[in-house]
């Protein structure tokens, strides 16, 4: 598939470096020529130094022979002119980032999907999704819904409290009468293993398990982890994440918002009128003494700087707080704010490329795609095509690459949990758990055989 990726910053750089390991024909565009460097540096693709709303840009690009364009520049403007310009050009597929809500409504949507733009991403809004979904349920590290909730990933770390520390897989299940989860992966020491049988659990392991809510009390039970959901939450940061979260969560939490600016602490309090917000320096710990932090179920940082927030969840965390959840947009950190006891961390341009990259399958049908912290694996959701190759055998005859596992099975009403004797059907969600090196291969048992003949 030949892509054209206008954007060199982390969205767009995360993309390629994602793409690249699938083999596409990918250009990147960028007017800033040392990015371009190092993009190049890494990835195997051509760079193009040049604005992303110039014709001759474009040209250069060869975009009339673009399967997608992904526009992913920091100018939400140039990214929605580039992908009308281009689709008039030629470009199969245009994708856009945003950074206004309202044009995803309905109406709006149709509107720009008039003009040329087939799909848009608004990062605040996606990573404002997690957030409220991980604090239904506070005792896991992550957790992403596949089939329309029916079934989740639970990402949860093992601390010296886990009954499974010490235990390999095939104990583990021999001591259960029936599982209802599969554990798809372990990361440990920044290096992400598909289990097998005879794999020993370990403290300091996050363990990601694929199950429908009647596995999940399995799951919090073997890693000592209890079931919660956080009602008193304070979100320190009015930005649009923190404002969007206080939406998503409703009227059925207590929530306090402390917003350093006056101006953003009176328009967010006429907006939110659930919600209670403080203008103040979030910095100050005895601010956040003073709005009793310690009473707090939940504690989520969304300003607009890292080191601010993975401090400010240290704090509450000492202060007793179950749950924190903090925006960390610098990749280079995730390691730290996990090592220093921050629990959950989001990072909107990771969650916007999860988005993205689903396009890029051609010939499969890719429902959801997810690339998660402190691993470069992805979780993908794919629909099963009717002559694709996975309905042709039990899945232990398949040939299932290696670096990758199927980690569950939506059929239906119904949520299976795979063995090796278990057959995939026709129309069937399946979500698999994958290195970055097998998606290409795994991708291909999915292919409807009758497109690619």
Known sequence: MR???????????????????????????????????NI????????????????DTLKEANIKKAELYIAVTES?????????????????????????????????????????????????????KEISDLLHQTGTTDLVEFAGGKMSLYVVKLDIEAPIIGKSLNEVSGNTKHLDFRAVAITR????????????????????????????????????????????????????????AAENLGYHHNIKIIELSRERSYALSNQL??????????????????????????????????????????????LGVRKTIAEVENFSYFDLASNLGVDSIVNKKLSAASRIFRFTTAGV???????????????????????????????SALGIPQGSIIGGIVRGKDVIIPTGETVIMPNDRVVAFALPAAIRDLSKLFQNKIMTE
């Open 40 to 55: 190049a540096s890494t990835c195997d693709l051509l760079t193009i130094s040049g604005n992303a709303d110039s014709l």
């Open 189 to 244: 020491n920044n290096e992400t293993i598909i289990p097998r049988g005879d794999d020993v659990f370990q403290i300091g392991d996050y363990v990601y398990a694929m199950s429908g809510q009647v596995g999940l009390e399995q799951i919090l039970k073997m890693t000592g982890k209890e079931h919660s959901e956080a009602r008193n939450v304070m979100i320190l940061g009015g930005s649009r994440i923190g404002k969007l």
């Open 76 to 128: 939400e403007s140039v990214n929605l002119l580039s992908c009308i310009v281009s689709k008039r050009m030629g470009a199969q597929k245009t994708i856009a980032r945003i950074n206004n809500q309202q044009y995803l409504e309905p109406g709006n949507r149709e509107h720009f999907i008039s003009l040329g733009l087939d799909y848009m991403v608004f990062p605040e809004s996606i990573a404002a």
């Open 273 to 318: 009128k659930n919600v209670l917000v403080i203008c103040g320096d979030g910095r100050n710990m005895d601010l956040l003494s003073e709005e009793k932090i310690e009473n707090m179920d939940a504690f989520v940082a969304v300003t607009g700087n890292s080191e601010t927030n993975i401090l400010a969840c240290i704090h509450a965390k000492r």
């Open 3 to 37: 892509i054209v990726i206008a954007g060199a910053g982390e969205v767009g750089t995360h993309l390629a470096k994602m793409l690249s390991n699938e083999k596409h024909d990918i250009v990147v565009i960028d007017h800033r020529e040392e990015m371009l460097r």
């Open 365 to 395: 049908n890719v429902s959801s795609v997810k690339c998660l912290y402190g691993t470069d694996a992805e979780v993908l959701e794919f629909v099963v095509a009717p002559e694709s190759k996975i309905t042709k055998a039990k899945i």
